[in-house]
């Protein structure tokens, strides 16, 4: 059974730092590019970011950008997002998806398997 596990959300305070996994089971992780995104209460899901099935290739939501790095290891099954000077406004549940191709080009809106999400916090 095809399965994406989040998991490292939490509570953190305004410039904290949080590294959020996702790993998969039944399934080869390396055939696809995974994305990650994110939905606050009242908002539409928003993609954050994705990195291509190598790892050679990644993109960020401008929001994100110098704050967030994704990386992913194959060998683990596992991707990663490290955050990194946290906002209020990163306040959201983060899930991670498996994206229909190895690239990252579209992925908002190209993906499969989806893990259950792990709720994100900043507040003091």
């Known amino acids: 059974q095809w399965q994406l596990v989040e998991s490292g959300g939490g509570l953190v305070q305004p410039g904290g730092s949080l590294r959020l996994s996702c790993a998969a089971s039944?399934?080869?992780?390396?055939?696809?590019?995974i994305g990650w995104f994110r939905q606050a209460p009242g908002k539409e899901r928003e993609g954050v970011s994705c990195?291509?099935?190598?790892?050679?290739?990644?993109n960020y939501a401008d929001s994100v950008k110098g704050r967030f790095t994704i990386s992913r290891d194959n060998a683990k099954n596992t991707v990663y997002l490290q955050m990194n000077s946290l906002k209020p406004e990163d306040t959201a549940v983060y899930y991670c998806?498996?994206?229909?191709?190895?690239?990252?080009?579209?992925?908002?809106?190209?993906?499969?398997?989806w893990g259950q999400g792990t709720q994100v916090t900043v507040s003091s």
């Open positions: 998806a498996a994206v229909l191709d190895y690239y990252c080009s579209g992925y908002v809106s190209n993906t499969g398997y």
């Open positions: 039944g399934f080869t992780l390396a055939y696809y590019a």
């Open positions: 990195i291509s099935n190598s790892g050679g290739s990644t």
